[in-house]
Structures are given as structure tokens and as C-alpha cells.
């Protein structure tokens, strides 16, 4: 959006906790590993139109570095990711004032959990209001993961923090939806799923752009029927992204070929993994390089999620040349042509990804025709376009 905005010469000001500064002197005096984190955090803008708060976000980090866990409680603790979202949002409203006339601003851009007294100060100033909703919103959300907990009791720990957040959070996400004059999905689930209070708002849906296709070809490994066939599962390990459900189709797989490999962060101790199926090779975080390459040697991707925005790792693993055997609320429905990218399953539904990991695997020479189909794919969403089209979709609201 940064890109789409400087060309369209429409962005006045980005404001952010943390922006790195590649020519920074302090960089030289950084161990490499600490260097390479900080550059994450590098923004190709121009410096003078940069407005950071960073404090309260450097502190969320030397409290994780040291542990002083209570800090980080959700919603609780002063470095928790709730106090320093509303503490920048804050920073930003009480910024507007001074910037609308000398940045000759017209309109503010503002994800969830960070609008609401931007959004404030916005109407306040007459400026318009951009709301993107990367997520499904939250009442949907909050629905489909209660239903998990009652369902499978033993994950519920891993469903993560939409189950515990508060009424009040909850009442600001109304509230900034509420005020928003035109909301940016990237997926058909995640404007399916706003509120009939939303039905008269201007809504642009925009697809999330992939990366460069692989070019160096796909190894004829996957034809050898007596290799493993190698499906990856990408994500934090939790049922949200319905880890359960697959763990439990390779249970129903024992008599196939077929190898799991689950690269993610653990959101309880590997050995509740390894109760449910104990067969798996977990594969910790690496750089977005490094993921490509795993990709490269799986065989299909899977992700069954119950509740997602549009997840950008399956468009990642059809670039390398993955099938997909996903749900459509990953938000990635479009990313299927069924039987060619890939396949369609339902939300809960391990016999069903049973049953189309075996077909691939029992279909090695199918496998690798799709495997240039999903790249294929995969190419014709770029971040190009998903930037233009949203840039349209604010000129509209002038």
C-alpha cells in the first residue's frame, strides 16, 4: 500500500512504531543478528515523511528478550501488542490536528484494533477514513472459535486470543468499523463476513499480490511413488488454522506414503502435537528465503483453517510450485481450480482431507501437472494491482 500510495502521490504521512534507518551509524555497532531484525523494520519512504512512536514498541522487545512476562499480558501489561496499538493510535489522533493543513491531508488509513480515535480525530477534521480489515470480522471470528473450543476441548489453548479478548476491545472494533467511509478486504470470506450494520458501506476487495514464481523448474522426485509424498502445513500451530483437522486426516493416511511437515511456532508443548500424531517433522521460522525453499521441497500444501483474511503463505507455496488443499476460509477460494491448482475442502473436515491427500498421492503424474498449474496461478495476482485497485477505490470517496 506504501508503494501504491507514493506512486498514486497520494501518501501525506506514514506514521509507524518503528521505522529502521539503513544508514543509521548505530547500525554498526549491532551484533549481525540484531542488524538484520532492526532492517526488518526498514520502509522504503522517504525519511521526512515518517512519523514514528516507537517507545512503547521498544519496549514490548526488551521485555520479550528478558521474559518479564506479565508486561505482555493481553490487554494487561503496558508492553502487551493491545497497549502499544491503542497508544500509537492515540499518538497518530493527537498528530492529525497539526498535519491536515500542512500535508494538505484528506482522508486516514487505519488498520483494525488501531482506528479507533484516529478515525475519531478524522471525522472531527472532515477527513475520510480508510478501515482495512486484514481478518475475518470479529463476530464471525469470535463465533467459528467458540464452536472450535466445544469442539475439540483439547485445542482450545491454541486458538489464540480472539477468544479472550474483552467487551471492550470487542466494542472498539464496532466502533471503528462504524466509522469507516470505506472498508479494504483482500477475500470474498472476509467481506462475507461483515455485519448487516456495514450493508450500506463502500467495501473494495482486493486480493493479496504472490511472490516471483520459481523458475528453476519442479523436480521429477515427486514421480517416484516409493519417496514420500511431502505435504507442508505453514502457520502457527493452533486449530485456528486447523492444525487438528489435519493431524487427524494423517492419522486416517497410515496406509499411505505420504510425509507431514509443519513449519510454525508451537502454541502449546510439542508433545500435545505428538498425541495427536506423533509422524510429523516440525520445521521452526526461518527467513521468507529460506521458507521459499522448504516449499520447494514439499509436495502440496495444506492448510485447513477455520478463520483466516486471506492467508498469503498459500499464494507463497503455489509460486514454488504446491497444490493447495485448503478451505475456503482461508480466504483463498479463488486461488482453486478444482482438481487443476488444487482442491476445495470444507472447514472440519479431516476425512475429507483424507481422502484428497491420498487421490495426489496416488496420482504422482497428476501431482506434477499441477504443480505448474498452481504456479501458473499464483502469477496472475500481483501487488500491483492490489495496490491500484485500492488507490482507485479512495479517489472514488473524494
Known amino acids: 500500500m506504501l508503494d501504491a500510495l507514493q506512486t498514486a502521490d497520494l501518501l501525506g504521512r506514514f506514521a509507524t512504531t518503528v521505522a529502521a534507518d539503513e544508514h543509521s551509524p548505530l547500525l554498526r555497532l549491532m551484533p549481525d543478528k540484531m542488524r538484520r531484525e532492526w532492517l526488518r523494520r526498514r520502509f522504503d519512504v522517504p525519511r521526512d515523511k515518517v512519523l514514528q512512536h516507537p517507545w512503547r514498541e521498544l519496549a514490548r522487545v526488551a521485555c520479550g528478550a528478558v521474559g518479564w512476562r506479565s508486561a505482555l499480558r493481553h490487554e494487561q501489561g503496558f508492553a502487551s501488542t493491545d497497549a502499544i496499538i491503542q497508544d500509537f493510535d492515540r499518538f497518530v489522533a493527537h498528530a492529525l490536528p497539526r498535519r491536515v493543513s500542512r500535508d494538505s491531508l484528506s ?34 471470528g469470535r463465533r467459528l472459535q467458540q464452536e472450535e473450543a466445544e469442539r475439540l476441548p483439547a485445542w482450545a489453548p491454541t486458538l489464540g486470543g480472539g477468544l479472550l479478548d474483552s467487551p471492550a476491545k470487542l466494542e472498539r472494533k464496532t466502533q471503528e468499523l462504524d466509522l469507516a467511509d470505506l472498508v479494504v478486504v483482500a477475500s470474498h470470506f472476509v467481506r462475507d463476513s461483515l455485519p448487516a450494520s456495514a450493508a450500506q458501506k463502500a467495501v473494495v476487495m482486493s486480493p493479496f499480490g504472490s511472490p516471483p514464481v520459481w523458475t528453476g523448474g519442479w523436480s521429477d522426485a515427486a514421480l517416484d511413488a516409493g519417496r514420500p509424498m511431502r505435504v507442508l502445513f505453514a502457520g502457527s500451530m493452533g486449530q485456528r488454522k486447523g492444525l487438528g483437522d489435519l493431524l487427524q486426516a494423517m492419522r486416517l493416511l497410515g496406509g499411505e506414503n505420504i510425509e507431514l511437515v509443519v513449519m510454525g511456532s508451537p502454541m502449546a508443548d510439542l508433545d500435545f502435537y505428538r498425541r495427536e500424531y506423533a509422524g510429523f517433522t516440525h520445521e521452526k521460522g526461518r527467513p521468507h528465503a529460506e521458507v521459499l525453499a522448504l516449499m520447494r521441497s514439499c509436495d502440496v500444501f495444506c492448510l485447513p483453517s477455520i478463520v483466516e483474511g486471506r492467508a498469503l503463505v498459500m499464494q507463497e507455496a503455489m509460486s514454488q510450485g504446491l497444490p493447495v488443499v485448503i478451505t475456503p476460509n482461508t480466504g483463498g477460494a479463488d486461488l482453486v481450480v478444482e482438481g487443476e491448482t488444487g482442491f476445495l475442502v470444507p472447514i472440519r473436515s479431516p476425512e475429507q482431507i483424507a481422502a484428497r491427500l491420498a487421490w495426489l498421492n496416488q496420482h504422482r503424474p497428476e501431482l506434477v501437472a499441477m504443480k505448474d498449474k498452481a504456479a501458473q496461478h499464483a502469477a496472475g495476482y500481483s501487488w500491483k494491482r492490489y495496490g491500484e485497485v485500492v488507490v482507485d477505490a479512495i479517489r472514488a470517496l473524494a
Open 107 to 140: 482522508a486516514v488509513y487505519a488498520y483494525e484494533d488501531g482506528a479507533l480515535d484516529t478515525f475519531r480525530a478524522a471525522r472531527t477534521l472532515g477527513l475520510k477514513r480508510v478501515y482495512d480489515l486484514p481478518i475475518a470480522y470479529w463476530e464471525l
